[in-house]
């Protein structure tokens, strides 16, 4: 049966967003539940010279599933989950990362993939080489992905499995398509996810990891599982001033092996308490005591180390969760506070409707840790912006949200964050670490390669998809930029 196309105007705006809340525009929709229904798809836009916006749960927050015009391909409808053997696990693109979890429970495996978000979808999280908390130790989801089914852009479908399909030095094939890696040079021990991973002798699944459905549209997943840990214990530790907080990061990561180190500012506690007093939703939120001024939340896949426990009377007061269960709850915690932010920018939307978070994603080598930290406070105090900082700090990478009150900070915001963009690719560091670039960041893409670099990313693109037919604007803003 041919695949329905449906008109946007049937009641089908919601899917002109995403998370960033950018705006888009579209002739048609579209919902596969198989492969051959992608292939479908991408045939008649060919046809009708449509570009083709590709879509997973749009919890993105780059614009990346936000098309300019022509067909969205909403991959919601793929969601079927295979068995578990081997160790590994077979999905559609478009299950979500919760339902992985649910199908996981009792198996004694598990996915250590663990964004916040857990209504992103697998082929989502692919396209981005997403990371969360757990990154800190198991790194992005690519460490995780066995192999691919992918359509490219022409309508050929293949399969990466990884170990098997590799590049020979700089060259490399995948189906019918050949050619040679350019040299990115991509920051060497830095958290990245700014633009094509590629190396030389490189697993070819990688090329297609992280590549925000530029270069093919992701069918089919199959995950790598690890048994799960015998035990998982959370500690979220309440200092009287940022640079405590800072210290206790350099001593845990030192000389312990957590599972994840992550960070809330002042600012970050302050917008839960005030959330958990005037919001409904966020009630149950727990009691922040005021004399909290940053916390940090680490875990470990096994015993807390004793000269950690010793160590944690530095902090005011530390809370423990053992188990998955109270961890969860815990992460609820996390969870609130980019929420919070975005029901913040949804109203004063509102009055102005142009206006949308500002949401750093950038990470630095170890060394610069404190220098960013420093970095982000004196801008932002020198601004009078409104903002939080929280986020993955075991890796220097935090997200600062500005949350503009007026266009006019809005656009001082941006000024202040390209030049801290600018800062951080001079000190080695990524303009993106885990969010992608998208349609939002593709000047911070160019900022970080270069205009050679960039235009060579560019030449792979045009390899794959010299109609520049797949997701266009997401990395290059136009083909020739
Ligand atoms: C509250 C909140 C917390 C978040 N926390 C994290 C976090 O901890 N870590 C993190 O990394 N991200 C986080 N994100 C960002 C977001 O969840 C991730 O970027 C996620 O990977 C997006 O998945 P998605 O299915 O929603 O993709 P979408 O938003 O639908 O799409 C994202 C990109 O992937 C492409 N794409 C989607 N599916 C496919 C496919 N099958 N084939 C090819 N291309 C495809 C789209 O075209 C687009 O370019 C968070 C977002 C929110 C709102």
Request: proline share 4%; aromatic share 8%; net charge negative.
């Amino acid at each position: 049966m041919a695949i329905e196309l449906r008109n946007m105007t049937e009641g089908f705006a919601d899917f002109l967003h995403d998370e960033s809340r950018r705006e888009g525009h579209a002739e048609k929709i579209c919902f596969p539940t198989s492969g051959n229904d992608v292939f479908q798809a991408l045939e008649m836009a060919r046809q009708y010279n449509w570009p083709v916006t590709v879509q997973g749960g749009r919890t993105g927050i780059t614009g990346g599933c936000v098309s300019d015009g022509g067909l969205i391909v909403n991959l919601s409808r793929m969601n079927a989950i295979g068995e578990i053997a081997d160790g590994q696990m077979t999905v559609q693109p478009g299950v979500l990362l919760a339902d992985v979890r649910a199908k996981l429970q009792g198996s004694g495996l598990f996915f250590p993939s663990d964004l916040t978000e857990t209504s992103a979808s697998i082929g989502g999280m692919v396209a981005n080489n997403a990371s969360g908390a757990r990154s800190f130790k198991y790194g992005a989801v690519r460490n995780w992905i066995q192999s691919l089914e992918v359509l490219l852009p022409h309508g050929e479908a293949v399969r990466l499995e990884r170990g098997v399909q590799k590049a020979e030095g700089l060259y490399f094939r995948i189906g019918s398509i050949e050619g040679e890696l350019p040299s990115l040079g991509i920051p060497d021990g830095v958290k990245t996810a700014a633009g094509y991973f590629v190396e030389p002798d490189m697993d070819l699944v990688d090329m297609l990891v992280g590549a925000e459905g530029t270069l093919g549209v992701v069918t089919e997943v199959t995950l790598k599982l690890l048994p799960e840990p015998e035990q998982m214990n959370g500690l979220t530790a309440f200092f009287l001033s940022e640079a405590q907080a800072l210290e206790f990061v350099r001593f845990l990561r030192d000389g312990f092996d957590p599972v994840a180190i992550e960070f809330f500012d002042f600012q970050s506690l302050e917008l839960l308490r005030r959330m958990k007093k005037g919001v409904a939703a966020f009630a149950d939120l727990p009691a922040l005591n005021p004399e909290f001024h940053t916390a940090l939340y680490f875990e470990f896949d096994s015993e807390v180390p004793d000269d950690v426990v010793s160590r944690c009377d530095d902090a005011i007061d530390c809370w423990l969760s053992e188990g998955e269960a109270e961890i969860a709850m815990l992460k609820n915690f996390r969870h609130a506070i980019p929420e919070s932010v975005n029901m913040l920018i949804g109203q004063r939307r509102k009055l102005i409707p142009e206006l949308t978070k500002l949401g750093t994603d950038m990470s630095v080598p170890d060394e610069r840790l404190e220098a960013m930290m420093q970095m982000y406070h004196e801008g932002l105090a020198e601004a009078g912006l409104e903002y939080v900082i929280f986020g993955h700090i075991g890796n220097n990478h935090v997200h600062v949200n500005i949350i503009p009150r007026s266009m006019e900070e809005y656009n001082q915001g941006r000024a202040l964050y390209l030049k801290w963009a600018e800062q951080v690719v001079a000190w080695g560091g990524s303009v993106s670490a885990e969010h992608g670039i998208g349609k939002n960041k593709t000047d911070f893409l160019k900022l970080m390669l270069g205009g050679e670099k960039l235009k060579a990313m560019q030449s792979v693109k045009k390899l794959f998809d010299p109609e520049n037919r797949l997701n266009p604007g997401n990395l290059f803003p136009d083909v020739d930029a």
